[in-house]
């Protein structure tokens, strides 16, 4: 089984990242990656946010559309095709929005892009979103069979009318969709957030990033008592409409957690489980964001 990364961070790994060293720090990644038995990962390059809570690295343009930069991101899929594919960004507002999501499919290694737009570290709050003004991106993107991985925590509901708009275009809701931090909540409280992400399971064309589960979780690794929340999760979407992400250089951090997860809690709480089966574990590990991304071997 080739285990896949589904989000991360990569350029933030070893102690060269901040320097702007990207040689350095893909050797840091290569190495991390291979301690815990990852094959490979979806990048997701961040440096930061603007004021705009655009990530960085990226830049405005004359046209007054902001477009990313993905430098680390292109090293990356150039010394390692087969371990690396990478997601980019699309302004909504873009004057030559079509042309910029066409264009991605000829860039090497990139194969999706991350909505992330007016996020504030808690909740999704573009109100654009709710009125419709994301269609022409979505749009875009089903016509040219870009996948979107978008972050609309905790207001997942908000995402509905365009799964029954674009119903040929795949979505991936980010970080299982629920808010943070969960910390101080009863148990019940905490996992009832999961409620609107299993009624949303009826959408053939959504697909779900499971991740940060040390967010979620009230016992620390390997989490004992969300197991079988997450068990009522999979059956709902099926195995293979859901993927595993680490985001590592996120869930290692303090904070949004009393227990920050290593590169190997993130993994090994759902490769050793037994709560799942072999065939569900290859696709949730690996095959689903393949399959997503349309990773050829």
Request: glycine share 6%.
């Amino acid at each position: 089984m080739k285990i896949i990364d589904g989000q991360l961070h990569a350029n933030q790994i070893g102690p060269r990242w901040q320097e702007a060293d990207l040689e350095a720090t893909l050797d840091a990644t290569v190495v991390a990656m291979d301690a815990v038995g990852v094959h490979g990962a979806v990048l997701d390059e961040f440096t930061g946010l603007d004021d705009r809570f655009h990530m960085l690295p990226g830049s405005y343009h004359a046209n007054g559309a902001w477009r990313p930069e993905r430098p680390f991101s292109e090293l990356a899929v150039a010394r390692y095709p087969d371990r690396f594919v990478w997601l980019s960004r699309v302004d909504h507002k873009d004057p030559a929005l079509e042309e910029m999501v066409a264009g991605l499919r000829r860039k090497p290694g990139c194969v999706g892009i991350r909505v992330h737009a007016e996020y504030d570290g808690n909740t999704w709050r573009d109100p654009e979103f709710e009125q419709g003004g994301y269609s022409r991106l979505f749009a875009a993107c089903e016509a040219e069979q870009v996948p979107v991985f978008i972050m609309v925590t905790p207001r997942a509901e908000t995402l509905e009318p365009y799964l029954r708009k674009f119903p040929d275009l795949t979505f991936v809701i980010d970080h299982i969709g629920v808010a943070w931090p969960a910390a101080g909540t009863a148990p019940t409280e905490r996992y009832a957030r999961l409620d609107k992400i299993r009624r949303l399971a009826e959408y053939g064309n959504l697909h779900l990033k499971w991740s940060h589960v040390e967010r979620l979780a009230a016992e620390p690794y390997p989490y004992p008592d969300l197991v079988p929340h997450f068990r009522k999760v999979v059956d709902a979407y099926g195995p293979e409409r859901i993927l595993w992400a680490s985001d590592f250089t996120q869930a290692v951090k303090p904070g949004l957690s009393p227990h920050p997860a290593p590169y190997s809690h993130s993994l090994h709480y759902l490769l050793d489980s037994g709560a799942f089966s072999a065939a569900e574990k290859e696709w949730m590990l690996g095959r689903t964001v393949r399959t997503v991304v349309n990773w050829k071997d």
